[in-house]
């Protein structure tokens, strides 16, 4: 087990050396991207955010097998004013576990992920479902900081909105796409269609 540290919330955070960090870029789009449509191979989530929390249960379900994964996620970022580093540990659980911890006040978000291959990375988009339906955003992973810092937003990206809490998943689980176009026009952010003019 690691060593506890105190942070400056004044809270003791345990040092697991079972926690990674996760490097992302995350960018709002208009739509799937070119070479995507919405009968492309994805898989299907569902995400629980446990009330007051840092947790997540997580549901992905493969609907070209009808395979299931669940898994149990603390993700959080060390620095608030910087959410492209955070820290994420996962358990994966059995039928049984996923139900004992369902049981907890939870948020829920849905969407459908596709991977797209662009220039030698893989994007994970994911297109909102429910409340959300309308909202399409892309997250890309690196493996160091320099990679991460000289990456340039893909032409298919209206906005990086990384940094912008707004569209992580602890805050997208309590709004609406309504939430999000208003979020939007205060952005600035001009799109061609859906997003701006609904």
């Known amino acids: 087990m690691g060593?506890?540290?105190?942070?400056?919330q004044n809270t003791i955070e345990p040092a697991s050396k079972y926690a990674l960090v996760e490097r992302e870029r995350r960018y709002l789009l208009e739509d799937l991207p070119e070479g995507l449509n919405r009968a492309s191979d994805h898989f299907q989530i569902t995400d629980n955010y446990i009330s007051g929390t840092r947790l997540r249960l997580r549901k992905i379900r493969d609907p070209r097998s009808n395979k299931w994964v669940v898994k149990f996620t603390q993700k959080y970022?060390?620095?608030?004013?910087?959410?492209?580093?955070t820290m994420i540990t996962n358990s994966y659980l059995n039928a049984a576990e996923y139900e004992v911890l369902s049981i907890f006040e939870a948020n829920e978000?849905?969407?459908?992920?596709?991977?797209?291959?662009?220039?030698?990375?893989?994007?994970s988009v994911d297109m909102f479902l429910g409340d959300l339906l309308g909202l399409v955003l892309a997250e890309v992973s690196f493996d160091t900081d320099e990679e991460m810092e000289g990456f340039q937003s893909?032409?298919?990206a209206l906005a990086d909105v990384t940094n912008n809490e707004t569209f992580t998943g602890g805050k997208l689980?309590?709004?609406?796409?309504?939430?999000?176009?208003n979020e939007v026009k205060r952005l600035g952010i001009f799109t061609k269609?859906?997003?701006?003019?609904e």
Do not use: W
Not at 77 to 85: E, G, K, M, V
């Open 3 to 8: 060593v506890a540290k105190l942070t400056n």
């Open 109 to 123: 978000i849905r969407k459908n992920r596709y991977s797209l291959d662009f220039e030698g990375r893989k994007f």
């Open 77 to 85: 970022a060390p620095n608030p004013t910087d959410l492209s580093r």
């Open 193 to 197: 269609q859906r997003i701006a003019h």
């Open 173 to 181: 689980c309590h709004l609406t796409f309504a939430d999000i176009r």
């Open 154 to 156: 893909p032409p298919f």
